[in-house]
């Protein structure tokens, strides 16, 4: 059965610092992988998909990138600022039929100003 | 403007009574999803359909029921067989173009009276 990890729960960095967020899968079969933001209260918010045979995707500060190999994928902010403050969420679509996505429970950031 | 609408925003329960959580979509998506999400506990799939008139349960169905008569809409009871409702449902939905992005409504937070 696929799962999904995200380390660390949470995370709290200064302004303008550059960072990164983790996430690995233990099944490689996937058909794509996804990022999700989430603000408090407030439903998912998708930021990047990387399908299978791509290796990373790009949009503004965000930079995510796929080792399926490997299983591991993570999400790069470049220059945080405080309203990147979120939960984000990552989640793999499994290559079994049209199944669920499978989402990892979230690294929590705070970015203090 | 294309999306997922969830209502009512807020929701109270009395014991033993159903309750009923709307989503709308105008996505022309097949699949729509409902999940609970917990403080801590991430993102739970409770049923999920990938055609009109069709819908599998997914990990945390006892207590719920759904129904799929339109494309456009996947309304989700919680029954007083549910002994622990208070959450946050989410419904989101899933196109099967190539770029096969996850969408999410705004949410519903269901309490206990």
């Known amino acids: 059965k696929q799962e999904v990890t995200q380390i660390p729960a949470a995370l709290s960095v200064p302004e303008g610092e550059n960072l990164v967020l983790n996430c690995s899968f233990t099944?490689?079969?996937?058909?794509?992988l996804q990022w999700f933001r989430q603000d408090p209260g407030k439903g998912l918010t998708s930021l990047l998909l990387i399908q299978s045979s791509q290796r990373e995707q790009t949009s503004g500060r965000l930079n995510a990138s796929l080792d399926k190999s490997s299983g591991r994928s993570t999400l790069y902010i470049a220059a945080s600022q405080p309203g990147d403050s979120a939960t984000y969420l990552c989640?793999?679509?499994?290559?079994?039929?049209?199944?669920?996505?499978?989402f990892g429970k979230g690294t929590r950031l705070s970015v203090i100003a | 403007d294309g999306g997922i609408t969830q209502s009512p925003k807020y929701l109270f329960r009395k014991e033993g009574q159903n309750v009923t959580l709307s989503c709308e979509q105008n996505?022309?998506?097949?699949?729509m999803y409902w999940y609970r999400q917990d403080p801590g506990q991430g993102l739970r799939l409770i049923y999920y359909?990938?055609?009109?008139?069709?819908?599998q349960k997914g990990d945390i169905a006892e207590g719920y029921s759904v129904s799929r008569e339109k494309k456009e809409s996947f309304p989700l009871t919680v029954t007083s067989a549910q002994k622990n409702p208070t959450a946050f449902y989410l419904c989101?939905?899933?196109?099967?173009?190539?770029?096969?992005?996850?969408?999410f409504g705004a949410g519903t937070r269901l309490s206990v009276l």
């Open positions: 996505l022309n998506h097949d699949a």
């Open positions: 989640a793999v679509r499994p290559a079994s039929g049209n199944t669920p996505l499978v």
């Open positions: 099944d490689s079969a996937i058909y794509n």
């Open positions: 359909s990938q055609i009109v008139n069709d819908f």
């Open positions: 989101a939905s899933r196109g099967e173009d190539r770029v096969n992005i996850q969408y």
